[in-house]
């Protein structure tokens, strides 16, 4: 089974994230050898929610090196029951659209993202994450789920 560990850091802000249509975050990701779970406890983590996600993604160039992964995102009601997950949202997928960029050129990498999709527009509900307006009734059932413990009580 292949794992890895990604950290996403936190959006740009000021006016300049305002401005763009793209959210603009930090991305650390590693593969990782299957005892990384026991690595993370004796560093002193925790596990405080357990999601699994299946889908697919594909890589290709226009104007960046751009990734586009569709997945499906599945709450875990037992720890590491992957065989027993059940989806956050049934018969909606996340649709991600990102690529690498650097302080140097993610003003190039914006506009390839944009471009691109615009393409998508008349097939996707298309969002930057956080903002209200984007948020469609599933997205918030979908949060409060994710925030359940499957029996009606909030964590």
């Given amino acids: 089974m292949l794992r890895t560990v990604r950290h996403i ?28 779970l026991r690595f993370f ?9 357990e999601l699994l996600r299946v889908g697919f993604a594909f890589h290709f160039q226009k104007g960046a090196q751009i990734t586009v992964t ?3 995102v599945n709450k875990m009601l037992k720890l ?20 690498p960029a650097s302080s140097e050129n993610y003003t190039e990498v914006v506009v390839a993202v ?9 097939l996707l509900h298309l969002s930057k994450p956080g903002v209200s307006t984007g948020v469609v009734p599933t997205a918030a059932a979908a949060a409060a789920s994710l925030m359940s413990d499957g029996g009606g009580t909030t964590l």
């Avoid at 991305?27 to 050898?33: G, H, M, P, Q, R």
């Avoid at 406890?41 to 929610?49: A, E, V």
């Fill in 9 to 36: 850091g936190g959006a740009m802000r000021g006016a300049g994230a305002e401005q763009i249509p793209v959210l603009v975050r930090t991305l650390n990701e590693s593969k990782v050898s299957k005892n990384a």
């Fill in 80 to 99: 590491h029951a992957t065989d027993e997950a059940v989806p956050v949202t049934p018969g909606i997928q996340l649709v991600e659209v990102t690529a």
């Fill in 114 to 122: 944009s471009s691109f999709c615009e393409y998508l527009a008349p």
């Fill in 70 to 72: 569709v997945s499906s």
């Fill in 41 to 49: 406890y004796s560093l002193g983590y925790k596990l405080d929610h």
